[in-house]
């Protein structure tokens, strides 16, 4: 019903920027949520940040006041402006939304994002 697509990926040195960005298609409902999670090899997947429809936004304690989620509903879009990257960054970004009613969940493949020092 819904599909994600992320891109924006790459490398960027430590202290750089980066923005990666996720874009929705198909059948999207409000309410829902949009979120940011990343993995690292060896590690369990990670909550960044997440934008609801309604307008609030969380994030993960580990890139509070780094990273800033956006959302665009015109185009089905969440956007994550990382600042200040670190190496403990580097991960697979993925994409992720949520309906409110049905409670059906979605995922994107991914977006490689290295942080070299």
């Known amino acids: 019903q819904v599909h994600l697509m992320e891109s924006g990926g790459g490398l960027v040195q430590a202290g750089g920027s980066l923005s990666v960005s996720c874009e929705a298609s198909?059948?999207?409902?409000?309410?829902?949520?949009m979120c940011w999670y990343r993995q690292s090899p060896g590690k369990e997947r990670e909550l960044v940040a997440c934008?609801?429809?309604?307008?609030?936004?969380t994030y993960g304690d580990s890139v509070e006041g780094r990273f800033t989620i956006s959302r665009d509903d015109a185009f089905n879009s969440v956007y994550l402006q990382m600042n200040s990257l670190q190496f403990e960054d580097t991960a697979v970004y993925y994409c992720?939304?949520?309906?409110?009613?049905?409670?059906?969940?979605?995922w994107g493949q991914g977006t490689q994002v290295t942080v070299s020092s």
């Open positions: 992720n939304l949520r309906h409110i009613v049905g409670r059906d969940e979605y």
């Open positions: 198909g059948n999207i409902f409000r309410p829902n949520v």
């Open positions: 934008s609801f429809s309604n307008g609030p936004t």
